[in-house]
């Protein structure tokens, strides 16, 4: 069974620093997909990134980093220079590609809440 | 922009109720979940649907049902609520069928009290 740990459930910063969140996960399949999503206040779940088990090159969008390692089995998220905005809970994920059915069928973590002060 | 709307943003219910959260999404999209969202629990799929009347058991499904009998709206139904069953409840969508891994497309959420 495909597993996702998110340890930090709750990270404090001051606006600017850089954050980083953690992201293992378990799987028995060597094609997987994994996610990161963010839930801002209002509640509806924003995509951010999709990353397939092929694919180990790090990518960066804006001020948002991702570190895929798949030696380690981790999908790591930094926020560089963090805002207020970036304050949300933000949720790893991951599908497996065998089929429809189990692509279609997204394993969550439980969540880190990020809170940034200004 | 894919819009994904839930009828409700928040539900108090008594134990024993018939309860529907309805979702209905605008672009067309022949996925569609809902999911179960509890404190340090992250969320739980509970049903999918990749077609109108077409529905797959996911993670916690007991105590629930769904319906899809038109491709934008897809009902959860819990047939008696129960205090349990008090969560944050969740409808996304995908576009489909053969192509799964897709991102999806989330609704603010109903937040369900059972009383």
């Known amino acids: 069974a495909q597993k996702v740990t998110q340890a930090q459930t709750e990270i404090s910063v001051v606006e600017k620093e850089d954050v980083t969140l953690d992201c293992v996960y378990e799987t028995r399949d060597t094609t997987y997909y994994l996610f990161w999503y963010k839930q801002p206040p209002s509640g509806e779940l924003v995509f951010l990134i999709r990353?397939?088990?092929?694919?180990?090159q790090n990518e960066i969008s804006g001020r948002y980093s991702w570190n895929f390692q798949k030696s380690t089995s981790s999908f790591n998220f930094t926020i560089t220079a963090s805002q207020v905005v970036d304050s949300a809970v933000y949720f790893c994920?991951?599908?497996?590609?065998?089929?429809?059915?189990?692509?279609?069928?997204?394993?969550f973590g439980g969540g880190t809440r990020v809170l940034v002060k200004p | 922009d894919v819009k994904v709307t839930q009828s409700s943003r928040y539900l108090v219910k008594r134990t024993g109720e018939k309860v529907f959260l309805e979702c209905v999404q605008d672009m067309d999209h022949e996925n569609m979940f809902w999911y179960r969202q509890d404190p340090g629990l992250g969320l739980r799929l509970i049903y999918f649907?990749?077609?109108?009347?077409?529905?797959e058991k996911g993670d916690i499904p007991e105590g629930y049902s769904v319906s899809r009998e038109k491709k934008e709206r897809f009902s959860l139904i819990l047939e008696s609520a129960s205090t349990n069953q008090t969560s944050m409840y969740l409808c996304?969508?995908?576009?489909?069928?053969?192509?799964?891994?897709?991102?999806?497309?989330f609704g603010n959420g109903t937040r369900l009290t059972v009383t």
């Open positions: 996304a969508s995908s576009l489909g069928p053969n192509t799964p891994n897709l991102p999806l497309h």
């Open positions: 994920a991951l599908s497996e590609a065998k089929s429809q059915a189990a692509g279609n069928k997204l394993t």
């Open positions: 990353r397939n088990s092929f694919d180990e």
């Open positions: 649907s990749y077609d109108v009347k077409m529905k």
